[in-house]
């Protein structure tokens, strides 16, 4: 898939544990209302966000007036809950769909400085070859599967 436009942001708290964990990375894609589903992690802003920062949670139902939304570490919806909010959250509220995230990463900062840069280096080299030797491999395997027909 083609993302439009993407962002990302750092999860921090714990109402989305065991899905995502402090330091996670989540990476967003700016879609349309009518592709929000539930089950979706969405991000949403102010005004619809009492807190007064961005908040990362489950679109657990779809109404007119917009999205009903809970962490999955939570037992009471956003709007239902001990610190509710003013309403539904609003499509003009949402920075977008949760679709793809990078565990722990912020906890690269933590480490002694070099350390970190070394660590992502080879992470970013590691992931480089898992794909390319991926790609490779089904290539030699479907010559093989030919071969043998």
Do not use: W
Request: charged residues 15%; contains cysteine; proline residues 5%.
């Amino acid at each position: 898939a083609y993302f439009t436009y993407t962002d990302t942001r750092r999860v921090s708290g714990v109402s989305m544990t065991p899905t995502l964990e402090e330091g996670d990375l989540v990476v967003l894609d700016h879609v349309q209302a009518s592709q929000i589903s539930v089950g979706d992690i969405i991000v949403y802003n102010p005004p619809c966000s009492d807190i007064g920062s961005s908040v990362i949670h489950r679109v657990v139902n779809a109404t007119q007036a917009g999205f009903i939304t809970k962490g999955d570490n939570n037992g009471e919806t956003d709007q239902a809950g001990p610190y509710p909010i003013a309403g539904t959250v609003t499509f003009s509220c949402i920075s977008g769909k949760v679709v793809f995230v990078i565990p722990y990463i912020e906890k690269l900062a933590d480490l002694p400085y070099g350390a970190n840069y070394l660590l992502a280096a080879l992470i970013v080299i590691l992931v480089f070859y898992s794909e390319c030797s991926g790609k490779r491999d089904e290539g030699e395997g479907s010559e093989t599967a030919k071969g043998q027909a």
